[in-house]
T-cell receptor, first 112, second 114 residues
Framework: EAQVTQNPRYLITVTGKKLTVTCSQNMNHEYMSWYRQDPGLGLRQIYYSMNVEVTDKGDVPEGYKVSRKEKRNFPLILESPSPNQTSLYFC???????????FGEGSRLTVL | GQQLNQSPQSMFIQEGEDVSMNCTSSSIFNTWLWYKQEPGEGPVLLIALYKAGELTSNGRLTAQFGITRKDSFLNISASIPSDVGIYFCAGQRYPVGNNRKLIWGLGTSLAVNP
């Protein structure tokens, strides 16, 4: 089954404790992206990747890092999480850049 | 960042009714897309529109790419309980560069009374 898989789905952590949210897609898509979704603010892009070893900032990259060492994986790294990073995070992929995105099920992160 | 004006913000309707929602912008877009998000899930693409004036259907859903390229509409006919969710519009331009970034609306929350 074609899918985008995120882990963990739910996480409660404390300020400053590094964490990684993994994202993997099995559709051989070149384009991958991370979004955060917050009430009243909608979906905002954090980082995106056009292909392996090619990443760039989205609209809200501060406090986040990403890497794209393999085509299928695009982890989101929070080196020192803060409470304002409490959010619902989505990974998405696309075979191209048409905007037709396949989303993961989301990762709900709470930073205390 | 820029966002699309999506309306209505929420709707509560009776099963069987038709639904209309729209998205507007002050800027021109090359692509309009409509996504649906159900509770606990990620958004799922419903319809993608690539030409001004284009009218595309997906089952009971019909979407149109406005002629001015500044708006799009989504209609749902004969609503059923499983239509419940949040509907998002997204617009895309083709700037110089690689990231054909999507601009998102804030969503229309749809509730259907059986």
């Amino acid at each position: 089954e074609a899918q985008v898989t995120q882990n963990p789905r739910y996480l409660i952590t404390v300020t400053g404790k590094k964490l990684t949210v993994t994202c993997s897609q099995n559709m051989n898509h070149e384009y991958m992206s991370w979004y955060r979704q917050d009430p009243g603010l909608g979906l905002r892009q954090i980082y995106y990747s056009m292909n392996v070893e090619v990443t760039d900032k989205g609209d809200v990259p501060e406090g986040y890092k990403v890497s794209r060492k393999e085509k299928r994986n695009f982890p989101l790294i929070l080196e020192s999480p803060s409470p304002n990073q409490t959010s619902l995070y989505f990974c998405a992929s696309s075979p191209d850049t048409t905007g037709e995105l396949f989303f993961g099920e989301g990762s709900r992160l709470t930073v205390l | 960042g820029q966002q699309l004006n999506q309306s209505p913000q929420s709707m509560f309707i009776q099963e069987g009714e038709d639904v209309s929602m729209n998205c507007t912008s002050s800027s021109i877009f090359n692509t309009w897309l409509w996504y649906k998000q159900e509770p606990g899930e990620g958004p799922v693409l419903l319809i993608a529109l690539y030409k001004a004036g284009e009218l595309t259907s997906n089952g009971r859903l019909t979407a149109q790419f406005g002629i001015t390229r500044k708006d799009s509409f989504l209609n749902i006919s004969a609503s059923i309980p499983s239509d419940v969710g949040i509907y998002f519009c997204a617009g895309q331009r083709y700037p110089v560069g690689n990231n054909r970034k999507l601009i998102w609306g804030l969503g229309t929350s749809l509730a259907v009374n059986p």
